[in-house]
């Protein structure tokens, strides 16, 4: 299983950003996906997490400015980000709990990150 997140750049702050990524492979249900974040000298940290039913989960911080979503079909998650702030800079990693096969328990997968930049 592979998780290949794109959409990361510059941007200034109060602009905004939509990360996507993409599970591939052997999958037969996915769990919990995510996107956590780890900026300059800092620890990794949890931006958003979703369940398969969709119900959400966010850091204090980027309430009401990120939205994060999937398509169970396309086993896809994004996190939109708006009013992004200098202090969301970070490199953002996804992650899903995959079940590769009926009655086969879920594995962590994470995917590589991708740079958020924003300017002040």
């Known amino acids: 299983v592979q998780l290949q997140a794109s959409g990361g750049g510059l941007v200034q702050a109060g602009g905004s950003l939509r990360l996507s990524c993409a599970a591939s492979?052997?999958?037969?249900?996915?769990?919990?996906m995510g996107w956590y974040r780890q900026a300059p000298g800092k620890q990794r940290e949890l931006v958003a997490t979703?369940?398969?039913?969709?119900?959400?989960n966010y850091a204090d911080s980027v309430k009401g400015r990120f939205t994060i979503s999937r398509d169970n079909a396309k086993n896809t998650v994004s996190l939109q980000m708006n009013s992004l702030k200098p202090e969301d800079t970070a490199v953002y990693s996804c992650?899903?709990?995959?079940?590769?096969?009926?009655?086969?328990?879920?594995?962590?997968?994470w995917g590589q990150g991708t740079l958020v930049t924003v300017s002040s």
């Open positions: 492979g052997r999958i037969f249900s996915i769990g919990v």
């Open positions: 992650t899903a709990d995959v079940s590769s096969a009926y009655m086969l328990g879920d594995t962590n997968y």
């Open positions: 979703i369940t398969s039913r969709g119900r959400t």
